[in-house]
């Protein structure tokens, strides 16, 4: 069976993807290093694991070094 790639993640998966404590990963998202949370329904809030990548390559860093979501 092929294995299945999450295309979305929560905080806590995020953190742990990227090798930081939830906090400290929260931390960069309210500070603008890292990018905002896609929210698929008021409650419900995921990281795109694309926008994750994106955001370790500088690919979604505009000239003004904000994140582009």
């Known amino acids: 069976m092929a294995r299945r790639e999450k295309l979305a993640v929560t905080e806590k998966e995020a953190a742990f993807?990227?090798?930081?404590a939830l906090t400290e990963f929260m931390q960069l998202v309210d500070a603008g290093a890292l990018p905002r949370p896609v929210h698929l329904t008021p409650k419900i809030k995921r990281w795109p694991v694309d926008t994750l990548r994106a955001?370790?390559?500088?690919?979604?860093?505009?000239?003004?070094?904000?994140?582009?979501?």
């Open 17 to 20: 993807m990227l090798s930081l």
């Open 55 to 69: 955001a370790l390559t500088g690919a979604n860093v505009n000239d003004g070094d904000e994140f582009e979501t």
